[in-house]
């Protein structure tokens, strides 16, 4: 995959509402309205994100003019699967949880509870 | 990045560094017991099944990692050097062959005694700086290449 593809799809996934209508779009096709349903947002507004995720590869529209339900590719994730699932990257989350674990093992001491 | 990463020019290794707001025997306990091993080792969106460790020069340590995607990587590591409670050595027990898709890696991790905090370094050596940098782009890639869906929900933790 061309790093400029990456970095596209590494952009369209950094936004939390389109990881949302992403994750809604892995369960089924749908339309923009249905899409706009759970957000407080207009439908321009997510007309925008989905353009994003569009130019992203991430969605294809279909060609139908009134409905043109939207629909997830997922061929795009792949090759960021594969970028955050090297060896430091593996190590970061690691390190991130060990950091969560050890505030839990931390209040758990103080608590009187586990020792260790 | 709260984690300071290293990747040496002239050496197959890889050194991550971070400091842990914690006491060094916390920190001692949460990389050399199982039940708190599994409670970090692999980040969020992992969990682990299988973590049998017998912390000790020699002992081996089965591990079995469950993906979002429900796929599974099964490890095996032997504990090489065992000085509690700031440091400890570890190899992949079938080091040379790299079964699994894993490359193989001799990992050093020292503790360091900074009061209340600790600071963590780890040296993870390969067998060659090619074997380095195939494990920086892929490594742990394979087992989470699987359906959109999964995908997305495993994107959806980060």
């Known amino acids: ?116 | 990045m709260k984690t300071d990463t290293e990747i040496a020019r002239d050496e197959p290794t890889i050194t991550m560094t971070r400091v842990y707001e914690a006491p060094r025997t916390l920190v001692w306990s949460a990389m050399s017991e199982a039940r708190h091993i599994r409670k970090w080792w692999g980040g969020r969106g992992v969990v682990n099944p299988i973590c049998e460790m017998d912390v000790r020069p020699g002992g081996i340590w089965n591990h079995v990692m469950r993906f979002p995607d429900g796929q599974e990587l099964r490890l095996q590591f032997v504990f090489l050097e065992v000085v509690p409670p700031e440091r400890l050595v570890w190899q992949q027990a079938d080091l040379g062959s790299g079964i699994g898709g894993l490359p193989a890696t001799h990992t050093t991790v020292t503790l360091d005694d900074l009061g209340a905090a600790t600071r963590w370094k780890m040296v993870a050596r390969f067998r060659s700086i090619e074997d380095r940098d195939a494990a920086l782009t892929f490594g742990f890639a394979r087992p989470i290449e699987s359906s959109g869906d999964a995908l997305t929900e495993y994107l959806m933790t980060m």
């Not at chain 1, 593809?5 to 952009?11: E, G, K, N, P």
């Not at chain 1, 995720?53 to 060609?63: K, W």
């Open chain 1, 1 to 116: 995959m061309h790093p400029d593809s990456l970095s596209a799809t590494l952009f369209a996934i950094a936004d939390p509402t389109r990881r949302g209508l992403l994750a809604r779009l892995a369960k089924s096709d749908a339309t923009v309205g249905q899409l706009a349903e759970p957000y407080d947002m207009s439908l321009a507004a997510v007309s925008k994100h989905l353009k994003v995720l569009e130019s992203a590869g991430l969605v294809t529209r279909g060609r139908e003019a009134q409905w043109r339900p939207c629909r997830i590719d997922a061929e795009p994730l792949k090759a960021v699967a594969e970028w955050i699932g090297g060896f430091s990257a593996f190590w970061d989350r690691s390190l991130d949880s060990l950091d969560e674990h050890l505030a839990a093992m931390r209040a758990s001491q103080n608590n009187g509870g586990d020792p260790q």
